[in-house]
């Protein structure tokens, strides 16, 4: 394809030049990863950035549990659990009341709130003293849980849909590796702490007040100064673009923010003058481009981000559209919620005193290779979403979406079986658990990737909506599989189950239509 018309081939140099912009609606056809004077190369990292240290509280709990808090507070494995579904609650609503937020004010200055009200609660972890405390702690530090949907809008409004799948898969998974990267600091700085000599009770308390708080706020403070609200500039220049002029000549109704002042379509006089503006703004190399059929296929080459209304709401909720990503979210990141929850508590109660020297710390070690798969998966979840959307259009997207899903589910059903037949004395071989495990999480992985790769062709002028609840959906999908946890005591019963519900999920959503593009 020729680069005056659409994205340019790809070539190493990319990475560290300047982004090549799309003139019609200013989203990178390129990410400039290593060019931090770039700044959809900062709105890039920083997205990712927010998310990831936002675990380091959101899924502090799950490894000090086994062990430490348990003891310490006198827990039940009632409680236990229930304190995992109180965190994934909170989780969701903040989700869903995120996405307006976004599209109204904004992904950085959503994603910088978010971390600075969650670092409240991270740094009064250490006062809980019973179940009750602990479940109110919970549920306001997952308030972190939210920035998931400012990550992923910030990077939908900053790559075109060459390359949007791709960069949303990697923000999500690089933010994701943060559960990882939790199991291993937390149980490391809990550990370092003992050592020092600091009791049980004392030494899990600190290790929050140490870790998570301070860095939540410093990460939101390079958020609020080296981030950038959108390509035209801040969020209410972010209809100053060239998409909105054409999407007002294609009959759509623009739905002005409170702080946007509606500005006249330029003339063909200002063209130089307004483009050579915009390239000062974002320090950006535009492409010349022409804003025809074979620029503009679809809606999301030129939809921006707008307030929600009554009347876009009621649309969103009624299209089938918006439950495709949703429902398949249901089961791949609600699979990985469970798994990054339960699994070192599964591993400890299993190989705990009958497999020498496996501790908490051991059990939180292994678990932690779950969500460092994050560093390549989603990724490349997201990055085949956009190599099949070449040759199939967003049919291509939805199917591989799709596949990942029934393959995760396939192989948590063969997990749940081999656990079950392996009771007593007969204990499962451990090599043989984190193989087909590891089967599971790279299917639910890859299937995260790809569904935020279909996410920004799904109601496209209400992203971060989109985003909230896709995102909020993969929380009500954690909760589920939670709470099978919680009320089927057999690990290997619970994990059949939890495969039976996610093949039949994405088998069914196989009927539902997408756009060609």
């Known amino acids: 394809m020729s680069t005056a018309y659409g994205p340019p081939a790809f070539q190493w140099s990319h990475l560290w030049k300047p982004a090549i912009v799309n003139p019609v609606n200013l989203k990178s056809y390129t990410i400039p990863f290593f060019n931090l004077r770039?700044?959809?190369?900062?709105?890039?990292?920083?997205?990712?950035l927010g998310f990831f240290v936002a675990f380091l509280s959101w899924f502090a709990f799950p490894p000090l549990i086994p062990e430490a808090i348990k003891s310490d507070l006198k827990l039940t494995n009632a409680q236990v659990a229930n304190s995992n579904v109180i965190a994934l609650c909170a989780t969701l609503l903040v989700r869903l009341v995120t996405g307006p937020l976004v599209d109204s004010y904004g992904p950085r200055k959503v994603m910088a709130a978010l971390l600075i009200l969650g670092a409240i609660p991270s740094g009064l972890a250490g006062t809980a003293h019973n179940a009750t405390s602990l479940y109110i702690l919970r549920f306001f530090i997952g308030i972190l849980g939210g920035t998931f949907v400012p990550c992923q809008a910030w990077t939908s409004a900053f790559f075109d849909k060459n390359c949007v799948g791709t960069a949303n898969?990697?923000?999500?998974?690089?933010?994701?590796?943060?559960?990882?990267?939790t199991f291993a600091i937390m149980v490391s700085v809990y550990e370092g702490l003992?050592?020092?000599?600091?009791?049980?009770?004392?030494?899990?308390?600190?290790?929050?007040?140490?870790?998570?708080?301070?860095?939540?706020?410093?990460v939101a403070v390079l958020t609020l100064i080296f981030g950038q609200d959108h390509p035209a500039g801040k969020w209410s220049?972010?209809?100053?673009?060239?998409?909105?002029?054409?999407?007002?000549?294609?009959?759509?109704?623009?739905?002005?923010?409170?702080?946007?002042?509606p500005q006249a379509p330029a003339s063909d006089?200002?063209?130089?003058?307004?483009?050579?503006?915009?390239?000062?703004?974002?320090?950006?190399?535009?492409?010349?481009?022409d804003p025809d059929s074979t620029v503009v296929k679809s809606t999301v080459d030129i939809a921006v981000n707008e307030p929600l209304t009554m009347k876009t709401a009621l649309a969103i909720i009624s299209s089938p559209l918006t439950w495709l990503p949703a429902l398949a979210y249901v089961t791949t990141f609600g699979f990985e919620l469970a798994l990054d929850a339960k699994m070192a508590d599964i591993l400890y109660n299993l190989y705990n005193r009958r497999v020498e020297g496996f501790s908490m710390v051991t059990a939180g070690y292994y678990t932690s290779v779950f969500g460092f798969l994050n560093l390549v998966t989603r990724p490349f979840g997201g990055y085949v979403g956009d190599v099949v959307y070449r040759h199939w259009g967003t049919q291509g997207k939805k199917w591989w979406t799709l596949i990942c899903g029934l393959i995760m589910g396939a192989s948590s059903i063969a997990g749940g079986f081999y656990l079950?037949?392996?009771?007593?004395?007969?204990?499962p071989d451990l090599a043989v658990v984190m193989g087909v495990f590891s089967v599971?999480?790279?299917?639910?992985?890859?299937?995260?990737?790809?569904?935020?790769?279909?996410?920004?062709?799904?109601?496209?002028?209400?992203?971060?909506?989109m985003s909230g609840i896709v995102g909020a959906s993969g929380n009500i999908g954690g909760i589920i599989f939670t709470l099978i946890f919680r009320f089927q005591p057999a690990s290997g019963k619970a994990w059949?189950?939890?495969g039976v519900i996610c093949v039949a999920i994405n088998a069914v959503l196989v009927v539902i239509p997408v756009p060609t593009y």
Not at 38 to 48: E, G, I, K, T, V
Not at 272 to 284: A, H, R, Y
Not at 420 to 427: D, I, M, R, V
Request: one cysteine or more.
């Open 38 to 48: 770039d700044p959809y190369s900062r709105s890039f990292h920083l997205s990712w």
């Open 169 to 181: 898969a990697i923000v999500g998974g690089w933010g994701n590796m943060g559960g990882g990267a």
């Open 194 to 218: 003992r050592h020092l000599g600091l009791t049980e009770h004392v030494a899990w308390r600190v290790s929050f007040a140490a870790v998570p708080a301070p860095i939540l706020i410093f």
């Open 237 to 261: 220049q972010r209809h100053n673009t060239r998409a909105t002029e054409l999407a007002v000549k294609q009959g759509h109704e623009v739905h002005y923010g409170s702080d946007e002042v």
């Open 269 to 289: 006089d200002d063209d130089d003058d307004l483009e050579k503006k915009k390239k000062d703004q974002v320090s950006v190399n535009v492409i010349d481009s």
């Open 420 to 427: 079950a037949n392996h009771t007593g004395s007969n204990l």
């Open 440 to 465: 599971a999480a790279i299917f639910s992985e890859l299937g995260n990737g790809a569904n935020f790769a279909l996410v920004p062709h799904c109601n496209a002028f209400n992203n971060g909506v």
């Open 496 to 498: 059949w189950i939890m």
